[in-house]
Each structure stands twice: as C-alpha cells, then as structure tokens.
C-alpha cells in the first residue's frame, strides 16, 4: 500500500541554524501539506500546496518557513532559523484531491531545537 | 483558538463494550468533520468522515455522529477491540478547504 514517507525520524538542531525537512508523498497525489504537533498540543495546519504553489497558509506559516516541490517526488518544509518554540513533531500529508478529505499522513519528523 | 474540542483527554473502556468519544466545534462554517486514529510514533490515520448534509455515517464498527445544532460530532465504536487503543482527533473543514483544524485529542484504552 502506498504511503507518505518523512525523513529524518528525528533532527536536533541548535536555535538559530536551519533545517530542512523531507516527505515523499504519495507519487499520484497532488496535493501537499505540513501540520505540527507541539508536545501536548494540538495538530496545527501550517500550509498546504498544489501545483507548485502555496494554496493556503495558517498564521504560523511566517517568513521563517518555506515549502518547495524540488523534484517530481520530493516536498520540503525549511525553517530558516529556528527557535525553541518550534520544537515539535512535523507531520507531511496529501491527497489526491482538492478538498480536504482523506489526507494521508507520513510518520512525522520529531524537531528537537536546543 | 480552539475551533475544535475534545473535552476527554484519555477513556478507557472494557473490550466488546461501546466507545464514544465526543467533539465540539465552534466555527459554523464547518461542513466537512473527519476522525483520524494516531498510535504513537506514527502520523494520524483517516478513520471516517461525515459531510454537514448528513447526520451520521457508518463504517464497519465505527459511527459517526453529527449534530449541526449543537455543533457536536461524536464517534462510536462498537465492539471496542484492544486494537483500538489509540489517540483519537477529530478534524473540521471546510469542504472546499484545504486545513483541517484538529482537536486536542482523546487517547482511548480498551482494556481486554
């Protein structure tokens, strides 16, 4: 059965450096997402893609965050510099399909900023 | 802004019994509700989802529940099997969105 893969499981990192994280989605899928999860908290939607452009963005997606599509099957989520409070679990999703539903998810890259 | 609540962090129920785990949202734009199963260390799985133009919809032993009026949603599992046991979210849309907007969660245990 196809699924989303995310690499690393796990990236610590110190404040201020950036860090790229990586999700293989679904080959047929077109569209793309980030969420996080902070320890404890609630799952976030950060910002979703499509068609090798942003679609929709929450508040939490600033200037310090980006996405790209560098290839046909990679999708990246960059923090420029991170912070403590970024700390959290990154979750890649998509789906084949312009709303929302059934997004499947990868396994998450846990971000530890020290 | 929680547009979306799970008041139940944690239920545990006995194996073969009914688990019902509850969510209220806020945002009446919402039409479009979904479960997602998460175990640990991996990311969130779609279980069932619900459109606003229904009140319920059934898979298998799960069921879902909505109530437009009472902007609740409420997801049963009947017979609970140990396999269950997992961190529940419920998630909202809007159905030509893109975001979900997830609850907190309820980590269900069913106890064999």
């Known amino acids: 059965e196809p699924e989303v893969t995310q690499t690393p499981s796990h990236q610590v990192t110190q404040m201020g450096q950036e860090v790229i994280l990586r999700c293989v989605p679904i080959s047929n899928h077109l569209y793309f997402y980030w969420y996080r999860q902070i320890l404890g908290q609630k799952v976030e939607f950060l910002v979703s893609f499509y068609n090798n452009e942003i679609s929709e963005k929450s508040e939490i997606f600033d200037d310090q965050f980006s996405v790209e599509r560098p290839d046909g099957s990679n999708f990246t989520l960059k923090i420029r510099s991170t912070k403590l409070e970024d700390s959290a679990m990154y979750f890649c999703a998509s789906s084949n399909q312009e709303s929302s539903y059934e997004q499947y998810f990868g396994p998450g890259t846990r971000l530890t900023v020290t | ?112």
């Open chain 2, 1 to 112: 802004d929680q547009q979306v609540k799970q008041n139940s962090p944690s239920l545990s129920v006995q194996e073969g019994r009914i688990s019902i785990l509850n969510c209220d949202y806020t945002n009446s734009m919402f039409d479009y509700f979904l479960w997602y199963k998460k175990y640990p260390a991996e990311g969130p799985t779609f279980l069932i989802s619900i459109s606003s133009i229904k009140d319920k919809n059934e898979d298998g032993r799960f069921t879902v529940f909505l109530n437009k009026s009472a902007k609740h949603l409420s997801l049963h599992i009947v017979p609970s099997q140990p396999g269950d046991s997992a961190v529940y979210f419920c998630a909202a849309s809007h159905i030509t969105g893109n975001q979900f907007y997830f609850g907190t969660g309820t980590s269900l245990t069913v106890i064999p």
